[in-house]
């Protein structure tokens, strides 16, 4: 199914220049410039808001907040050093995404704190994720299931599955930092402007468990995905005869339970943290108390009980029924397939309960919603009836075996109940990194200040500590007179400053023009960490994923054996060199434990392999005629390729 889509928020403009005050006069221009790009955000949300389901651009709004939010931990930044300074407290106007509401639009509610900004962008940002994942997965279509799509399409449209894949992790990792750091954060602002006499609604966006179930509702959705990539080639092969046997393409019927069974537990824990806003209820002895005073405060601080929008609770419990029934689906298929004929009545009785669970979702009843709502629930109900006739078609084969030829019980919902395992993860959230602010502490105007000015206290602490020479020394034939060099003009250019009190100066210009060595910079602002898709190690573990030719350069003419690899730490590409080790020629049958094929290892290695890659070339670049190829194989499934080329070890098995 198709992931969840957001109604995304609109807010209100903002003048930062009217809510700062930067005493030295520092950061005017920045200051400037965060309010362009706030008023940018604005103008993308609204355009979003206007346009129509196909006409969205979450790609430019993705970008357009990747431009701002550096701007706003910049604000941030400043203010928590003291570099600026507010007049008043600011007061954002944004509109819900999660709230309840009988009308069409959300409402807009204005909340103090720069805190409120910096979630509500954060959110926004994973909405955006989230529906920029789902409109790529829109654009591929049922792929899967065409026969006419050649390998080299259907490998382009699994990158793109898996580039989906990669948003909605991104996404639950922005709804976890936001749940887990941010709220925190606002709460404690909240509980001050409360305390002020101000008043601060809470929202369900603003919920620590709304969102951090959004989180997981969003690795759920990563995770239908991901079981999609993997039956993608099952699935063509199937095309044409479908039900049992299972093709050889077909991946293990209980992984696939399993990842269906995760899948349904994230859906579930999500709902039952969606749903905790509305059923907070204050006591009924609170109710008739007088709001004054202390007591008016404490009302406005148990502030809650508005529920999170009914299309969103809906969602999530179908989705959790739907993956149930997919799970039980594939626990009755492989108990068809590989039980043999003493667990035909198991594999019936699956299949029973799954479609009778089908059948009940296909079968919900109507419920009037919104046009978006009603497009998702349209899908969902087409994915459903394509299920139910796969478990019919399962059903009808097993059933027919076991009446014929197994002859076995068909055991009770409860007995098998008793025998569903525990669910798999084949997906984990990527972490949010804060964005480095574009100005004030922490950005790289002022690391670069700081390296600076650790360089130089470092030279003071050099010349502080040299010790002066002895003048009244016996080398110096007991003269107390200072030796100076007799010629300065072969240490330095004749356009140099010279003679005494000119230290200062090449000092200074020294400390300026290093800046333009490449390795003196990199080395000073740690690039190699933020650059290198290793993040700066030496070594770096990752999944094989097809095996390419790269051309050697002129004047050579051949093609080197490599491998693209994904690296499991940070998800980053890269293409990987596979070695060859060639006997020497000799008369005769070869050695033993050497090869004479050139491309020998190249078998060792295969796709979805586990390797360990290194660096290649010499400073980190490429090596040879291999033209960008930074990296090489040294291990394959944790065996060194080596002892596999010397046949001292053999590949373990998968």
Not at 166 to 194: D, H, N, P, S
Request: proline share 6%.
């Amino acid at each position: 199914m198709a992931s969840y889509s957001y109604q995304l928020p609109t807010t209100g403009a903002i003048f930062f220049a009217a809510l700062l005050n930067d005493p030295a006069a520092t950061y005017i221009t920045h200051i400037a410039e965060a309010t362009e790009a706030r008023a940018n955000l604005r103008a993308a949300l609204k355009e979003s808001k206007r346009a129509d389901d196909g006409g969205k651009d979450y790609l430019r709004l993705v970008k357009v907040l990747d431009d701002y939010l550096p701007h706003l931990y910049g604000i941030l930044s400043c203010i928590e050093h003291g570099e600026l300074v507010l007049k008043t407290e600011p007061i954002f106007s944004w509109r819900t995404t999660l709230s309840s509401s009988i009308f069409h639009n959300s409402p807009r509610l204005s909340i103090p704190t720069l805190a409120t900004e910096l979630v509500f962008t954060l959110l926004t940002y994973a909405f955006a994720l989230s529906n920029l994942s789902r409109t790529v997965v829109h654009s591929l279509g049922a792929y899967e299931r065409d026969r006419a799509v050649s390998d080299a399409d259907r490998k382009a449209k699994d990158e793109r599955l898996s580039f989906a894949v990669t948003l909605l992790c991104k996404a639950a990792g922005v709804f976890e930092y936001v749940g887990k750091e941010c709220l925190v954060e606002w709460e404690r602002e909240r509980e001050r402007v409360i305390d002020a006499g101000m008043t601060c609604p809470k929202p369900p966006d603003l919920s620590r468990e709304v969102v951090i179930g959004l989180s997981k509702m969003a690795l759920a959705d990563a995770q239908t995905l991901a079981i999609r990539k993997l039956l993608s080639r099952a699935a063509s092969d199937s095309a044409l005869t479908p039900g049992p046997p299972l093709p050889k393409s077909h991946p293990s019927p209980v992984l696939i339970a399993k990842l269906h069974l995760e899948c349904a537990a994230l859906y579930s824990s999500a709902r039952s943290l969606a749903k905790t806003p509305g059923d907070y209820r204050p006591s009924s002895k609170s109710k008739i108390k007088i709001s004054l005073g202390k007591d008016k405060a404490q009302a406005m601080r148990d502030e809650g009980g508005e529920e999170v929008a009914p299309e969103l609770r809906r969602y999530l419990a179908e989705e959790a029924a739907f993956h149930n029934a997919l799970a039980q689906k594939w626990l009755g298929v492989d108990a068809g397939e590989n039980g043999g004929t003493a667990q035909g009545g198991i594999a019936v009785g699956f299949l029973t309960w799954a479609k009778k669970d089908l059948e009940d979702l296909k079968s919900g009843s109507g419920v009037i919603g919104s046009d978006r709502d009603k497009d998702m629930r349209e899908r969902r109900k087409e994915k459903v009836i394509a299920e139910l006739e796969s478990v019919n078609v399962f059903y009808k084969g097993y059933k027919n075996m076991n009446d014929t030829v197994s002859f076995q019980p068909v055991p009770s919902q409860t007995e098998l109940q008793a025998s569903i395992p525990t669910g798999r993860s084949a997906v984990t959230l990527r972490p949010f990194a804060k964005p480095t602010p574009a100005f004030g502490p922490g950005s790289v105007e002022d690391v670069q200040r700081q390296a600076e000015e650790l360089h130089l206290s470092q030279e003071n602490g050099e010349n502080a500590d040299a010790p002066l020479a002895d003048a009244a020394s016996p080398r110096s034939g007991g003269s107390l007179a200072l030796h100076l060099p007799t010629s300065t003009s072969s240490r330095m250019g004749s356009n140099k400053p010279r003679g005494l009190q000119a230290a200062r100066k090449l000092r200074n210009d020294r400390r300026e023009n290093r800046w333009a060595d490449k390795s003196y910079k990199k080395r000073a602002l740690g690039n190699i960490y933020k650059t290198s898709p290793t993040g700066g190690s030496s070594h770096a573990k990752g999944i094989v994923l097809e095996k390419v030719g790269v051309e050697a350069k002129q004047p050579n003419s051949a093609i080197r054996k490599c491998v693209r690899v994904q690296l499991i730490k940070n998800g980053k590409k890269v293409t990987a060199f596979v070695p060859v080790w060639v006997a020497p020629r000799r008369p005769g049958p070869a050695p033993r434990g050497v090869r004479s094929s050139n491309d020998g290892c190249l078998n060792f290695v295969d796709d979805n392999d586990e390797v360990l890659i290194s660096g290649f070339g010499r400073r980190g670049k490429a090596k040879g005629d291999i033209p960008g190829v930074r990296f090489k194989i040294v291990k394959v499934s944790g065996v060194g390729l080596l002892a596999l080329w010397k046949e001292k070890k053999e590949k373990p098995r998968s």
